[in-house]
T-cell receptor, first 109, second 112 residues
Framework: GIQVEQSPPDLILQEGANSTLRCNFS?????LQWFHQNPWGQLINLFY???GTKQNGRLSATTVATERYSLLYISSSQTTDSGVYFC???????????FGKGTKLTVNP | DAGVTQSPTHLIKTRGQHVTLRCSPI?????VSWYQQVLGQGPQFIFQ???????GRGNFPDRFSARQFPNYSSELNVNALLLGDSALYLC???????????FGPGTRLTVT
């Protein structure tokens, strides 16, 4: 199956700092999404981004499908950004989502 | 509009018991998928149902089963519970046409 490397595995920031999270894939993936899982377990949709660049407030994402990677940018981080960030993609031509191992982000005040 | 809803929020069961978890998708969505997330890992796919038919199944034992009702809500059933079934169970809703999936708040199951 497709291998994914999600980096960094852990990240600690001071409030106001910027960060870049990355997913590298061993092969082409379909219908890539980025999620934020808050400390209560809720998975929150950030971006549906099979290709190209999208922005939503302080967050933006870029997927370069031909080079098999996706980036999530967080600017001016806030303590509420803490949690685990997952990239996920659809496998087997179905709607089965396969998740990376996640990046655990801690933003300190 | 209401998002994906799941019930119950928390559940404690004993080994060997049976459990039923419930999910209501976003209005207009016809597909429901179930995922299991154990502590420290990403969610793992269990089932997908679309228009009341099973469309996909993950690598889980036959103790796990699910169904979808005419109103597109869904149930996940787990028989003969094991300690290792303790996890957060997540339901995801989509149109079923290969686009974005939206997750509910989850049911946290503890098996003692």
């Amino acid at each position: 199956g497709i291998q994914v490397e999600q980096s960094p595995p852990d990240l600690i920031l001071q409030e106001g700092a910027n960060s870049t999270l990355r997913c590298n894939f061993s092969d082409s993936v379909n219908n890539l999404q980025w999620f934020h899982q808050n400390p209560w377990g809720q998975l929150i949709n950030l971006f549906y981004i099979p290709s190209g660049t999208k922005q939503n407030g302080r967050l933006s994402a870029t997927t370069v499908a031909t080079e098999r990677y996706s980036l999530l940018y967080i600017s001016s981080s806030q303590t509420t950004d803490s949690g685990v960030y997952f990239c996920a993609w659809e496998a087997d031509g179905s709607e089965k989502l396969v998740f990376g191992k996640g990046t655990k982000l801690t933003v300190n005040p | 509009d209401a998002g994906v809803t799941q019930s119950p929020t928390h559940l404690i069961k004993t080994r060997g018991q049976h459990v039923t978890l419930r999910c209501s998708p976003i209005s207009g969505h016809k597909s429901v998928s179930w995922y299991q997330q154990v502590l420290g890992q990403g969610p793992q796919f269990i089932f997908q149902y679309y228009e009341k038919e099973e469309r996909g199944r993950g690598n889980f034992p036959d103790r796990f089963s699910a169904r979808q009702f005419p109103n597109y809500s869904s149930e996940l059933n787990v028989n003969a519970l094991l300690l290792g079934d303790s996890a957060l169970y997540l339901c995801a809703s989509s149109t079923g046409e290969g686009y974005e999936q939206y997750f509910g708040p989850g049911t946290r199951l503890t098996v003692t």
